[in-house]
């Protein structure tokens, strides 16, 4: 769905849910079950970020179950292109989005504008068939979807859709207003698609 420069973005209808739940244990039924309505609406491969303070970051295709570092875990994802069950960790337990597009206008839904755009990874692809990076000495593992294959200096990257505000329909009569419309953050809201991997530009 990327488009050229110069062509017009797509207008999409998003909708985001949010709940909060008292605890990891709730939580988690909550988010899987969100995930797999999702898989069912639009098939294809899944992704699971799992970030926690004690465990090294799961960065792995999503199976139905969240790691076991889930009840631990700071933030994370589970994502694929038909939309995103994303958490926090906060002082009262477990903030939950889910963010989809919907075929057409309902109520719950906003008007966007869609692009998306390439977020590259840590590491290089190498000779040696990984990716390293020489900032961090690391290498890292990536989990490319099925017929992917990397070549020397490819690099894996996230595929994000950045949703960003509609077009006012006319400019209004006061400056105050022009001003507020002009002041409003051009990105309204993101979630990530899928993991891929190419050269770079």
């Given at each position: 769905m990327r488009k050229e420069k110069g062509e017009g973005m797509p207008t999409v209808h998003v909708r985001v849910t949010e709940t909060r739940e008292a605890n990891f244990g709730e939580a988690r039924g909550k988010i899987e079950a969100a995930a797999g309505e999702l898989r069912e609406k639009g098939g294809g491969r899944q992704w699971v970020i799992s970030q926690s303070l004690g465990d090294p970051l799961v960065f792995e295709f999503f199976e139905g179950k969240l790691p076991e570092n889930?009840?631990?875990?700071?933030?994370?994802r589970v994502f694929g292109e038909a939309g995103e069950a994303r958490w926090l960790r906060d002082a009262e337990g477990c903030l939950v989005w889910v963010?989809?597009?919907?075929?057409e206008a309902s109520e719950g839904t906003r008007r966007r504008r869609k692009r998306e755009r390439p977020y590259y990874l840590w590491g290089m692809y190498t000779k040696q068939k990984k990716?390293?990076?020489?900032?961090?000495?690391?290498?890292?593992?990536?989990p490319l979807p099925e017929g992917a294959s990397a070549a020397v200096d490819d690099r894996a990257y996230v595929v994000v859709a950045e949703y960003l505000a509609g077009k006012p329909a006319g400019w209004p009569g006061s400056l105050a207003e022009i001003e507020n419309i002009l002041n409003q953050p051009e990105i309204t809201g993101h979630r990530y698609?899928?993991?891929e991997c190419g050269r770079t530009e």
């Amino acid at each position: 769905m990327r488009k050229e420069k110069g062509e017009g973005m797509p207008t999409v209808h998003v909708r985001v849910t949010e709940t909060r739940e008292a605890n990891f244990g709730e939580a988690r039924g909550k988010i899987e079950a969100a995930a797999g309505e999702l898989r069912e609406k639009g098939g294809g491969r899944q992704w699971v970020i799992s970030q926690s303070l004690g465990d090294p970051l799961v960065f792995e295709f999503f199976e139905g179950k969240l790691p076991e570092n889930f009840e631990r875990s700071v933030c994370g994802r589970v994502f694929g292109e038909a939309g995103e069950a994303r958490w926090l960790r906060d002082a009262e337990g477990c903030l939950v989005w889910v963010s989809e597009e919907a075929a057409e206008a309902s109520e719950g839904t906003r008007r966007r504008r869609k692009r998306e755009r390439p977020y590259y990874l840590w590491g290089m692809y190498t000779k040696q068939k990984k990716f390293l990076e020489n900032r961090t000495k690391g290498e890292f593992v990536y989990p490319l979807p099925e017929g992917a294959s990397a070549a020397v200096d490819d690099r894996a990257y996230v595929v994000v859709a950045e949703y960003l505000a509609g077009k006012p329909a006319g400019w209004p009569g006061s400056l105050a207003e022009i001003e507020n419309i002009l002041n409003q953050p051009e990105i309204t809201g993101h979630r990530y698609l899928r993991v891929e991997c190419g050269r770079t530009e």
